[in-house]
């Protein structure tokens, strides 16, 4: 997947409706977790990360494109 095409994926998996700007910026990121099996996450890129969190598709592909920063290390 390309930068474009992950951008464009993040944005319409966004259970919160975030312009896709703020997640092209790094400033929002997605994942999944076992707590919300199915869900779609949306965390600000401070916000801590459940332990078991990982990255959909789309964040993965924007993070391998060199475009945007790994997320932190899950918090709890």
């Given at each position: 997947?390309n930068?474009?095409?992950a951008?464009?994926?993040?944005a319409?998996?966004?259970?919160?409706?975030i312009?896709?700007?703020?997640?092209?910026?790094?400033?929002?990121?997605?994942?999944?977790?076992?707590?919300?099996?199915?869900?779609?996450?949306?965390?600000?890129?401070?916000?801590?990360?459940?332990?078991?969190?990982?990255?959909?598709?789309?964040?993965?592909?924007?993070?391998?494109?060199?475009q945007?920063?790994?997320?932190?290390?899950?918090?709890?």
């Open positions: 997947m930068h474009e095409e951008l464009k994926q993040l319409c998996e966004c259970p919160r409706k312009m896709g700007l703020l997640h092209a910026k790094g400033l929002y990121v997605h994942g999944n977790s076992a707590r919300f099996p199915g869900k779609v996450l949306c965390f600000h890129k401070d916000s801590p990360l459940p332990d078991d969190w990982v990255p959909t598709p789309a964040q993965a592909a924007l993070v391998e494109t060199g945007q920063q790994r997320p932190p290390a899950a918090h709890g």
